[in-house]
């Protein structure tokens, strides 16, 4: 199984051009299922993830032609509605397929993802408001099974708010009959650019990027062409690993406008930032950070996303740094990992109270999910000596080439089979 390698103790530099982003490529890559003709995908990413869901929608009938520039997705020839729970397992995603599905043919049949390492993410509120919606649905044998004639459009006011399920809505109201609102929807970009795709396929949708959308349903969707928007939790990761190492790192092909309250937080800790419209641009000058807090909530907030990447910030800032997760109820696997290098944290209930040290040692450590990865090979980056991070495959579902990335802003870090 892969490892990866790495000898800390390098200062970054240079630039790195960052991938489009997996939560959006994603949805939208479901989102082709709600069309007979075929759609153009360009800037998706080279992951585990995207391969998944073209194996996910191949095994339904769906037939993916992939190039350098873009996917050609082409479900003309869907003709199983099942999402198999090897699948769903290894990817919770898988679920987006349920509004498409259900949308288009009338029926789904989509394994239940189960608990994973950061929480227990429940999909009730997909089910519950595609019920509201007129769909018949059961739960049997761990499947969730869905039919509908056609589904009416209603208002939705969602308990909670959430990513995934306010796309899944957002794609079955499109093909549903009426005007469907969300209510408290999620605002995420990523929802946004689903939106951008779903308009382009002829759909009739208003105020995505708000916390109230509208979506009056159409008979029919077209296959379309899109780009999708750049990584932004990538992109963060990349000015978080320029901020750890003290040094000066240029992001290139992303978009700083979604990432402000990632950049305001490395500000606070002490890094001067320039920004363009596709990049950005980040100098720490040799100085250590000083330490933040952070308080994870939906976007336009701080993102859980980015919460692993800031706890390792934390582990070798200067003074004493708080982080608070509010979004999932089990997402500090890696603080363990991180003391085992040395780290200084302390959990108490969804917070971790971090005092920096001056230097992390190099240790053995197991990555428990994506993002927690991404914070151990951070802190790797700073380590003295090497750091050997076990379950790659993790970091391989979110993360385009990034040995190579960090290679080239000088890293020392290789990819190692054992
Ligand atoms: N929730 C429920 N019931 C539901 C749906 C959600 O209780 O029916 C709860 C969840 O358990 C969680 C909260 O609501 O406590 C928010 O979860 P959300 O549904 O927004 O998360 P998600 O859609 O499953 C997406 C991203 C995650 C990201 C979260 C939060 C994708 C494919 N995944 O997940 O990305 O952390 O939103 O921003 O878009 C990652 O990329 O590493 C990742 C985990």
């Given amino acids: 199984m892969d490892k990866l390698l790495i000898t800390g103790g390098k200062t970054l530099n240079g630039e790195v051009r960052i991938s489009g982003a997996k939560n959006a ?23 585990r993830d995207i391969t998944t869901m073209m194996n996910l929608l191949g095994e339904m009938g769906g037939n993916f032609t992939v190039d350098d520039e873009k996917i050609e997705a082409n479900n003309s020839n869907i003709h199983d509605f099942t999402a198999p729970y090897e699948m769903v397992k290894t990817m919770r995603a898988s679920v987006l397929v349920l509004g498409p599905l259900l949308a288009r043919f009338g029926k789904a049949h989509v394994s239940l993802p189960g608990g994973c390492a950061i929480g227990a993410r429940p999909v009730n509120l997909h089910t519950q408001a595609l019920a509201a919606m007129g769909a018949d649905i059961r739960v049997e044998g761990g499947y969730i099974t869905a039919q509908a004639k056609r589904l009416h459009g209603t208002t939705l006011c969602m308990d909670l708010i959430t990513v995934t399920g306010t796309e899944n809505l957002m794609m079955a109201a499109s093909l549903a009959d009426g005007v ?6 999620a605002r995420e970009p990523e929802v946004v650019d689903l939106a951008k795709f779903l308009n382009r396929m002829g ?57 402000d309250a990632v950049l305001l937080k490395l500000l606070e800790a002490g890094a001067t930032i320039s920004r363009g419209d596709d990049w950005i641009e980040l100098d720490m000058q040799g100085r250590r ?24 910030m934390n582990a070798i800032a200067d003074g004493v740094g708080m982080l608070t997760e509010n979004i999932f109820e089990n997402r ?24 920096g040290v001056e230097r992390l040692q190099a240790a053995p450590v197991m990555a428990t999910d994506l993002r927690a990865s991404a914070g151990l090979v951070l802190a790797g980056l700073v380590a003295e000596g090497d750091t050997l991070i076990d379950r790659l495959y993790h970091l391989d579902r979110g993360y385009e080439r990034i040995e190579e990335k960090l290679t080239q802003l000088g890293a020392q870090i290789r990819r190692v089979s054992e």
Avoid at 25 to 47: E, F, G, K, Q, R
Avoid at 180 to 185: G, L, Q
Avoid at 226 to 238: C, F, K, N
């Fill in 180 to 185: 469907t609102v969300i209510e408290n929807a």
């Fill in 332 to 355: 500090f696997m890696h603080a363990s990992e991180l003391q085992r290098m040395g780290a200084n944290i302390r959990l108490e209930g969804n917070t971790a109270i971090v005092k």
């Fill in 25 to 47: 490529a994603l949805p939208i890559l479901a989102a082709t299922l709600l069309a007979d003709t075929p759609s153009y995908i360009s800037n998706v990413p080279d992951l």
């Fill in 289 to 312: 950070p000083r330490a933040i807090d952070i308080y994870t909530a939906p976007y336009p907030a701080f993102p859980t996303d980015m919460q692993a990447q800031l706890t390792a």
């Fill in 203 to 259: 759909a009739r949708i208003e105020g995505a990027g708000s916390s109230t959308i509208r979506i009056q349903g159409v008979d029919k969707l077209y296959g379309a062409r899109h780009q999708v928007l750049p990584d932004r939790i990538e992109t963060g990761t990349y000015l978080v690993a320029a901020a750890m190492t003290g040094g000066r790192v240029k992001v290139k092909n992303t978009d700083a406008s979604l990432l």
